[in-house]
């Protein structure tokens, strides 16, 4: 049987097309197909599909302009990236934030002054105090 999908969450393609506008603001399908294929070569009738079913989902609003739609993002950035936070620190971190803070620090890729900036950060919200 195969799973449903979650449709709060931007499949691979989705959020490389979603970076996109958050990045630019949106525009038309030419647009975004113009930035999008800086990167990689893509269709102008993928590109246009993908936007639609991305508008179906609820993650970009259009509005007619002359002959064209023009796409902009429905959903925040930090909006998205806080649910998305939220589902891997359920699904692979059993809803334990600090497993996941844990997973990350001991990443060998993160350097000493990333440590340093998380520690900031962390002070920050815990208050100045907590250090």
Request: overall charge negative; hydrophobic content about 40%.
């Amino acid at each position: 049987m195969r799973k449903k999908q979650d449709n709060s969450l931007l499949t691979e393609v989705e959020l490389e097309f979603m970076t996109v506008v958050w990045a630019t603001g949106g525009g038309t399908v030419r647009d975004i197909l113009a930035e999008l294929n800086k990167v990689q070569e893509r269709a102008y009738t993928s590109v246009a599909t993908v936007l639609k079913i991305m508008e179906q989902k609820g993650f970009l609003a259009s509005e007619r302009l002359d002959r064209s739609l023009i796409y902009r993002a429905a959903v925040p950035k930090a909006d998205y990236q806080k649910t998305t936070l939220k589902n891997l620190s359920s699904k692979l971190f059993n809803d334990t934030p600090a497993a996941l803070v844990a997973r990350l620090v001991d990443d060998e890729e993160v350097t000493d002054d990333m440590l340093v900036e998380m520690r900031a950060l962390l002070n920050e919200r815990l208050g100045d105090n907590a250090s």
